[in-house]
């Protein structure tokens, strides 16, 4: 399996591989795979004639930098997951130093106000981050196609707008989130984790998958009421912030319009390790 760790030579690589008819399917991760990536990879494999997938733990999308120390690097075993599935992916895993050379800084972007809303108001500059990485990935790699998890609901939307915005010539496919048996959404912070915090924090999407249905008839006012409650009664847990918004802008449902698609978005810390997770709540 070919690992890249110099965008150079992934370019000349990638040059020298594709042609008119062959299509690039990219999958940008920061590490730490699990079945959630994996997942993406299968994807991109199912749907394209070559399989990029960047290992690249991004400094400028971090606001606290105790989260990034902690970020888990493991690069040879994720090397090894890659492989089982498929020995052809091609695995570009650079320094931080070939990525942003000597200015490690983000672009400011205007995503049209998405980016202030839920993890743009706790994260502050995470979404400046998030495009920086993810605009200079796609000039290295030039995919045809990029597949981005609905775990990263916000995240998702944010790479739309920056491709619509930015008239860049990529389609950006959104796939659905895989969750541990007990329906916590799959995370590389998951690890971070006790074991018996893993198994409490089950109640994260119990309470999005409760929000579906007392969403039928209740206000997004009241049932932010409700999350605010069950989590406070909930030892270990801390509920950053629970919205009811629409799919498209991202803004907080004020009053149900039958023409928007809405879902439920929740970040909590469980004992210390930040979690987010999110459901759609429209029929
Ligand atoms: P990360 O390594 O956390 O930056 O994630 C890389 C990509 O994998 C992002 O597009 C995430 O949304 C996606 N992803 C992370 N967790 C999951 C999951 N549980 N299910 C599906 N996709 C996921």
């Known amino acids: 399996m070919l690992v890249f760790s110099q965008k150079s030579k992934l370019t000349t690589y990638l040059a020298s591989q594709t042609s008119e008819h062959k ?16 997942s993406l990879i299968k994807n991109a494999l199912k749907n394209n004639n070559i399989t ?19 970020y888990p690097r493991t690069l ?5 997951k890659i492989k089982k599935i498929s020995d052809k992916v ?26 202030n809303q839920m993890e743009g108001k706790h994260r502050p500059g995470h979404f400046d981050g998030v495009g920086t990485i993810v605009k200079k990935l796609f000039e ?5 196609n990029a597949y981005f998890g609905e775990k990263d ?9 920056m491709v619509a915005k930015e008239n860049l010539i990529v389609n950006i496919i959104g796939c659905e989130i895989l ?18 915090t893993r198994e409490k924090s089950a109640i994260i999407f119990k309470f999005l998958k409760r929000t579906k249905v007392l969403f039928q008839n ?53 004992d210390g390790v930040r979690l987010i997770d999110n459901i759609s709540i429209s029929e």
């Open 90 to 115: 091609i695995v570009f895993a650079p320094s931080v130093e070939d990525i942003y050379d000597k200015s490690v800084k983000s672009v400011s972007f205007d995503f049209d106000g998405i980016e």
């Open 140 to 144: 290295i790699v030039k995919p045809n």
């Open 23 to 38: 299509t690039i399917g990219f999958v940008p991760t920061m590490g730490a795979l699990h079945s959630g990536h994996i």
């Open 218 to 270: 209740k206000s997004a006012q009241e049932i932010s009421k409700i999350a605010a409650k069950t989590f406070k009664n909930t030892n270990n847990f801390e509920l950053e912030y629970f919205e009811i918004c629409d799919e498209e802008k991202l803004l907080p449902c004020l009053r149900k319009n039958k023409l928007k698609k809405y879902r439920a978005f929740i970040a909590v810390y469980a």
């Open 76 to 80: 040879e075993k994720d090397i090894e």
């Open 179 to 196: 969750r541990e048996s007990n329906g916590l959404a799959m995370s590389s912070r998951n690890e971070r984790l006790s074991k018996e």
């Open 153 to 161: 609901f916000q995240q998702l939307q944010i790479i739309k707008k």
């Open 52 to 70: 990029v997938v960047s290992i690249f733990v991004n400094p400028t999308q971090f606001n606290n930098s105790d989260d990034l120390k902690k």
